[in-house]
């Protein structure tokens, strides 16, 4: 008859393996990081977006407007790529870098900045007046980075007498 014995008993086994699982949580504490959104180097947490002058004269249903604002950014990774979107009327999102003819990428710095002239987003169907979020949103992943508020109000083609939006200040 052949009898095995086992060295290890069950008291040293289950203390061992206490062990190694203490050892373990440890190590992890140790190496995880508070990163989290920026543990794939595309969001830094600090992401600005401004937008002035924030409240800009919109005249819907024209042609074409001159009207401009300026859009700058700061907070952002070194040469990352960011699209700057504003909802239209149908609620599509419209890159208003690209309608400026500009590819919106953070200097060494983290910053951009380009002005942006509402020319054809006035057109009936497309652009309209009310409160809106510009959005900055990373170009890879579409992740949001930063918001701005813009009001677009029609100041200069209101008749007297009517009523003006509560977003819009004249």
């Known amino acids: 008859m052949i009898r095995t014995h086992s ?3 069950p008291r040293f086994a289950m203390v061992s393996l206490a062990a190694a ?21 595309h969001v830094t947490g600090t992401e600005t977006l401004v937008v002035t002058p924030n409240e800009a004269d919109f ?16 907070g952002f990774n070194a040469d990352q790529s960011v699209l700057v979107l504003i909802g239209d009327q149908r609620g599509v999102a419209t890159d208003i870098g690209a309608l400026s003819g500009v590819d919106v990428v953070a200097n060494d710095e983290g910053a951009f900045g380009f002005q942006w002239t509402f020319a054809r987003f ?24 930063a918001s701005a508020p813009l009001a677009l109000c ?16 004249a």
């Not at 309209?128 to 900055?136: N, P």
């Open 59 to 74: 005249v819907p249903g024209t042609r074409s407007s001159g009207t401009s604002v300026w859009v700058y950014g700061s």
């Open 21 to 41: 699982i203490l050892v373990g949580l440890a190590l992890a504490a140790a190496l995880a990081t508070n990163e989290g959104v920026r543990a794939d180097s």
């Open 122 to 145: 006035t057109r009936s169907g497309v652009g309209g007046e009310g409160m809106q979020s510009v959005t900055a949103v990373d170009a890879e992943t579409f992740d949001p980075l």
């Open 7 to 9: 060295q290890l008993s």
């Open 154 to 169: 029609n100041l200069s083609g209101r008749g007297e007498g009517d009523e003006v939006p509560a977003h819009c200040s």
